[in-house]
């Protein structure tokens, strides 16, 4: 009997063992990386696909089925394969939503009566007497759901916030990508056209705050008419580097807005009282895993893209995707029944937060820098460069008028405050007490972060932009040296975080309403507040440079200190 050499190499990767060696769909292979071959997960989904039944599964004879189009990504975890989070496949290879997930979210939608009636109801004794739906699940019908099934997931908490010798690796996960998913339901009773309109209602309803897992973090939401209640809400524009799917494609992934409003709390916190209370804090905000069990936060949120454009940038070794995106952020209350006191102070707390992202940064990759196509125009004029840095911007008359909360430099003060004490209320309601900062590279306390800023007249009048890439003063022999923080630990480079941010922000004047008792109107204007962040941390660079600032103010063109330093 003839021995076939490493037989298992031909065995398809969804039947092999999850172990070092054979299949790995979770991780990225760094190696095969260098050497150009195919990951694990890529050959995972491409053995998949290509065995996938092309006709679509054929509905029950007398169930009703509706369409949802989800906005971004669906995850529906098997839980087959350990430490792999994949779909739960069905006959023929097809994906679905299983009908007894869906008869879960279905119920919890449902008033008492409804829920007895559609889902059944408890006898006395032990009987359980069944409701009159049976739920039979849902799977994609868009004929181009097989593509972009491997989704990058990469935590960047620990490095960003705390400490850059914190590990930070990419895992795999195999989701839907913006899927057109048909759910079914049939009922043992002939039921009314009402009724079944009733029915699908309560249906869209379960499904608003979305299903399927890390539905907290903007997975699982479908696209719907109507608003979704919400504790707080705002529209958005914005435009950066897009992420990067294995394939090199571009995707936009609203879970950057959580990512960066979850590592602003961090910061805050981080900045009022110790490491253990502000995690605990922000785990009950955000939900998360500590000690291997894992946390439902208060918040959950959502985006619907109202238009989005991912497209390539720039030529050759720096190409790459960029977005253009607009739509609405939402923030939802996953507890419904928090007291009036906790809820308020939340709301509070969640739009500060996201006004101070607006304020100093922006969301997604990049986001410490100004976007250099609108700032720095002369950084893609002669070679090719990487596309650095992204720009955000409020959207549509209410959000201009209600959460512009700087006007100009004298107001950062005031707006920083106004963020600390949101926090604080929410602390004091928590039982935390202030205590010593945590000891990380980004609590935001007056004794760690200094906070300066400058008027520029237009987007070409950015003055710290250029000092990210040359020289902020030249050296003038005998008078005085040079000084740069180009790549400096202020800065960062390939593979290093900086201490610096730099945001352009847009300058956005109020004028009187037209009529008595009227709104304001927002008045956008050409100018931009130049604000930096800075974490010094004790170098020579960052004390010259924080030297170079001070002895600057005053000046026509000098930033001015506005928060910190102490």
Known sequence: MSIVPEAFKKVPMMFQAQVDGRCQIQRLDSDKKKQGATQDCDRWADEWIDKVDRQLPESRSGAQTRTFTFTWRLVSNSGVDDSVIRPVIGARGYPYYPGSSMKGVFRRACSSEQAARYCGKPLPGKDWEPGILRFHGGYPVNSDW?????????????????????????????????????????????????????????????????????????????????????????????????????????????????????????????????????????????????????TTGLLMMRFQASNLVVKPFGRGAFAQPAYEVEGELAWILTQPKLDEAEQKALRALIKALTQFAMVFGGFGKSWRRADHRLFFGEYYEDSHKPLIGCHWQWLGEASLVNDVQVRKLDRVSEFIDKVREAARDWMRL????????????????????????????????????????????????????????????????????????????????????EKPGGKPIPKPTPRFLEVLTIFPDGSRESEQFLRFLRENQGTSRGFRRLWGGE
């Open 146 to 294: 097989t593509k972009g099934l491997v989704d990058l997931v990469h935590p960047q908490q620990g490095r960003q916030v705390k400490d850059q010798s914190e590990k930070s690796s990419a895992f795999v996960q195999v989701s839907l990508y913006q899927p057109e998913m048909q759910f079914e339901i049939s009922s043992t009773e002939t039921l009314s056209e009402a009724e079944w309109e009733s029915i699908w209602g309560i249906w869209a309803k379960a499904i608003a705050q979305g299903i399927g897992s890390r539905v907290c973090a903007g997975y699982g939401q479908p696209q719907l008419s109507g608003k979704v209640e919400a504790l707080y809400r705002v529209r958005l524009k914005g435009q950066g580097q897009a992420a990067k799917r294995i394939d090199e494609s571009g995707e936009f992934r609203p879970n950057a807005f959580r990512a960066a409003i979850r590592g602003h709390a961090m910061r805050i916190f981080g900045g009022l009282t110790d490491e253990r209370s502000t995690e605990q804090m922000v785990d009950r905000l955000f939900g998360g895993i500590r000690d291997r069990e894992g």
């Open 430 to 513: 928590q039982k935390i007490q202030p205590a010593r900062p945590a000891d990380w590279r980004e609590s935001w306390h007056p004794g760690r972060v200094e906070v300066w800023g400058r008027e520029a007249s237009d987007r070409e009048d950015s003055e710290a932009i250029a000092w990210l890439h040359g020289a902020y003063q030249e050296k003038i022999a005998g008078v005085q040296e040079r000084g740069s923080i180009y790549e400096s630990s202020l800065t960062g480079g390939v593979g290093r975080i900086g201490r610096l941010w730099h945001r352009m922000y847009p300058v956005v004047g109020l004028r009187p309403p």
